[in-house]
């Protein structure tokens, strides 16, 4: 069932949104050839508790970690690790946190140093079918809507959206409904009233959309092992329109990128 939210309660969450942005833009400071994805996890863990808030990860569903850190052709729900970061990786950095009883929880896609030009367009595609997503989610429209969106745009450029693996409704839990996929039709699905606050999430791959799932129970890599991008944010609706409660602010601060993406987003 579908929580509604109050205007406080979505305030509350902009304020747990707005801890995971920052934690992010702190660690993009931090991403660079030589730094192990272990160490950026440790970070991550001190920063977010500095801001007296609970890591949103750590635990939940018995994952062991602050951040799921999944380089190059891993999805999703990697584990950090001790193997240093290479130049010409890309790195997936997921991270949640937990303030006053509800989540924040968005990711960004990091070069790793020096990327090569093709999955530079990927990472560029990927962020801009965020935003063309998060268009679609007003009052009044569907589910579908998103997806189709999203869908549309990645696969034009001959990517491959990723079918398992799906966006969510967020509040008091960290998964609530809907459930927001990366593809779909215009139309179906449940519908979008004021007060839903969603998590959007492209996972877009280089090459094919179908994915392996490791031993491990949570690594997810692309099944032709192409590069794989997801980026990740926290939107409310708001007199029927999409407000963002995250932001990339921090990330392109830390990165010197001048962009004005998120202002229509902004009531």
């Not at 609530?176 to 779909?184: A, F, Q, V």
């Not at 997801?230 to 029927?240: M, P, T, V, Y």
Request: contains cysteine; charged residues 25%.
């Amino acid at each position: 069932m579908i929580q509604i939210k109050t205007r406080e309660e979505i305030e509350i969450m902009r304020e747990s949104a707005l801890i995971v942005s920052k934690t992010l833009g702190m660690l993009a400071k931090e991403v660079k050839p030589g730094v192990s994805t272990l160490y950026l996890d440790k970070l991550a863990e001190d920063f977010i508790r500095e801001q007296g808030a609970i890591p949103g990860f750590l635990g939940l569903y018995d994952f062991p970690n602050t951040l799921c850190m999944s380089p190059n052709s891993q999805v999703v729900h990697g584990f950090p690790t001790k193997e240093p970061l290479k130049e010409g990786d890309i790195i997936s950095i997921d991270c949640g946190a937990l303030k006053n009883g509800f989540y924040g929880d968005h990711a960004y896609t990091f070069a790793v140093g020096e990327i090569d030009a093709e999955t530079k367009k990927l990472l560029e595609v990927t962020k801009e079918s965020l935003y063309v997503g998060i268009r679609e989610f007003k009052a009044g429209n569907r589910v579908g809507d998103v997806g189709f969106a999203i869908q549309n745009f990645t696969e034009k450029h001959s990517y491959g959206v990723v079918r398992e693996l799906v966006g969510h409704g967020l509040g008091r839990k960290m998964h609530e409904d809907p459930e927001m996929p990366n593809y779909g039709k215009r139309g179906r699905g449940k519908k979008f009233v004021e007060g839903m606050v969603v998590a959007i999430e492209p996972m877009i791959n280089m090459g094919t959309h179908k994915i392996r799932q490791h031993a491990d129970g949570w690594t997810i890599t692309t099944l032709d092992n192409k590069p794989s991008a997801h980026f990740e944010h926290n939107i409310a609706i708001l007199n029927g329109k999409p407000e963002l409660l995250s932001t990339f602010k921090y990330v392109n601060e830390a990165l010197g990128i001048v962009t004005n993406e998120e202002d229509e987003f902004r009531q």
